[in-house]
T-cell receptor, first 112, second 111 residues
Framework: GAGVSQSPSNKVTEKGKDVELRCDPI?????LYWYRQSLGQGLEFLIY????????KSGLPSDRFSAERTGGSVSTLTIQRTQQEDSAVYLC??????????FGPGTRLTVT | RKEVEQDPGPFNVPEGATVAFNCTYS??????FFWYRQDCRKEPKLLMS???SGNEDGRFTAQLNRASQYISLLIRDSKLSDSATYLC????????????FGTGTRLKVLA
């Protein structure tokens, strides 16, 4: 079946521009996560959505970052006024039962 | 102190060797524990969960020591295809679905 998909796969943007990253989770998965991974680093938790509960935004690094999940399915991560330190791979994952997380291929963001 | 700590390696081992990785976590209320594998420039994938009694899956054995707050992964009879980064993952606590990833331990199995 279809796995987690993310778009775009690569994004190059100029410093100061806004970007939107999209995640399509596996159908029926109630939990959705966003992480970012800088070169040679581990995964940094950003935010997660679980069903209809309020999202846990505790990992968002600044108020330039926001995310929403519409209809319990697709999610969009928005970064406003991008900075060079935002350059990273942004990974989305979904989960059915708070057990295994299935990751998408990621969006590689480069801020020039 | 990081919430989940791992030796970054790299561990370079010959084919057929046995290799062990450890991971420590800081939150004693942590509930669930996992090992994920990440190949170069790929997304992480679940390798195995870690149960309190220890568990085995083929050549892989995972152990949990709650008293000392560490988790281990043992790989026996290493294969070239085991070369990857192994991520230790901890679910924060009951009532949350937040997972904390370690920075990973890099393994290279040499022919």
């Amino acid at each position: 079946g279809a796995g987690v998909s993310q778009s775009p796969s690569n994004k190059v943007t100029e410093k100061g521009k806004d970007v939107e990253l999209r995640c399509d989770p596996i159908s029926g998965h109630t939990a959705l996560y966003w992480y970012r991974q800088s070169l040679g680093q581990g995964l940094e938790f950003l935010i997660y959505f679980q069903g209809n509960s309020a999202p846990d935004k505790s990992g968002l690094p600044s108020d330039r970052f926001s995310a929403e999940r519409t209809g319990g399915s697709v999610s969009t991560l928005t970064i406003q006024r991008t900075q060079q330190e935002d350059s990273a791979v942004y990974l989305c994952a979904s989960s059915q039962n708070a057990y295994e997380q299935y990751f998408g291929p990621g969006t590689r963001l480069t801020v020039t | 102190r990081k919430e989940v700590e791992q030796d970054p390696g790299p561990f370079n081992v010959p084919e057929g060797a046995t290799v062990a990785f450890n991971c420590t976590y800081s939150n004693s209320a942590s509930q669930s524990f996992f090992w994920y594998r990440q190949d170069c420039r790929k997304e992480p994938k679940l390798l195995m969960s870690v149960y309190s009694s220890g568990n085995e899956d083929g050549r892989f054995t995972a152990q949990l020591n709650r008293a000392s707050q560490y988790i281990s992964l043992l790989i026996r009879d290493s294969k070239l295809s085991d070369s990857a980064t192994y991520l230790c993952v901890v679910r924060e606590a009951s009532g949350t679905y937040k997972y904390i990833f370690g920075t990973g331990t890099r393994l290279k199995v040499l022919a």
